[in-house]
């Protein structure tokens, strides 16, 4: 059975960093290409960085900068970290697992439950 779950989450200042991580299991992890979304109210769901199986990267221009993705192959984990934290980055975070074909069709495609990230003073 699958499972992503993600942890890290919290209330933090503009300016801070926070740390999330997603521990996956029920998959071959070194397979899938894992990235992060996150949602705030009101919008849809958008993507913030990616993590190849080969370990290539690539964030959002809002975050560009900001934000680090890295995952640990050894550990079945994904990581994001957040640093410079504005307000605009609440949202609740979502971990994406997902395996393509050469052709770039999704074969598999799993979710985290989301945690949420508020970022106020």
């Known amino acids: 059975q699958v499972h992503l779950v993600e942890s890290g989450g919290g209330l933090v200042q503009p300016g801070g960093s926070l740390r999330l991580s997603c521990a996956a299991s029920g998959f071959t992890f070194s397979n899938y290409r894992m990235s992060w979304y996150r949602q705030a109210p009101g919008k849809e769901r958008e993507l913030v960085a990616v993590?190849?199986?080969?370990?290539?990267?690539n964030n959002a221009d809002s975050v560009k900068g900001r934000f680090t993705i890295s995952r640990d192959n050894a550990k079945n984990t994904v990581d994001l970290q957040m640093n410079s934290l504005k307000p605009e980055d609440t949202a609740v975070y979502y971990c994406?697992?997902?395996?393509?074909?050469?052709?770039?069709?999704?074969?598999?495609?799993?979710w985290g439950q989301g945690t949420q990230v508020t970022v106020s003073s």
């Open positions: 993590i190849t199986s080969a370990g290539d990267t």
């Open positions: 994406n697992a997902r395996r393509i074909d050469i052709l770039g069709r999704i074969l598999n495609d799993y």
